[in-house]
């Protein structure tokens, strides 16, 4: 992932000196930040998922359940006809530690 966001700051260096006729070390701090720690999200993302669970479509809002669009329900019924996609993306699955970046595939 660090040679992917070299690679950016390397092609939005090469654009600014193009663009600007400047050196783009002008806007590079000397010293890097400190890292951001990589830490476990689950705790996190299962709460959202409990908050917003009964959250649907109105249109181009977010309303309650009960507030939902016919046409809301209408594309969950054609999406979910042949049964729910992230259960048959989650069938089998089996979290082992440091795979989360790891790349399965599966057939539909």
């Known amino acids: 992932f660090l040679d992917y966001e070299l690679g ?3 092609v939005a260096t090469e654009i600014f000196e193009r663009i600007e006729g400047r ?3 002008e806007l590079l701090p000397a010293n890097l930040p400190d890292p951001i720690p990589y830490e476990q999200q689950r705790e ?4 959202v998922l409990a908050d917003e669970v009964d959250i649907r479509s109105l249109g181009a809002d977010y309303v309650p359940k009960e507030q939902q669009g016919q046409a809301s329900i209408d594309y969950r019924t054609q999406l979910n006809s042949q049964g729910s996609p992230s259960q048959a993306v989650s069938a089998g699955y089996i979290w082992t530690p440091g795979t989360e970046l790891t790349r399965k595939v599966v057939n539909f």
């Open 44 to 47: 996190f993302v299962r709460r």
């Open 8 to 10: 950016h700051l390397n």
């Open 23 to 25: 050196d783009a070390q």
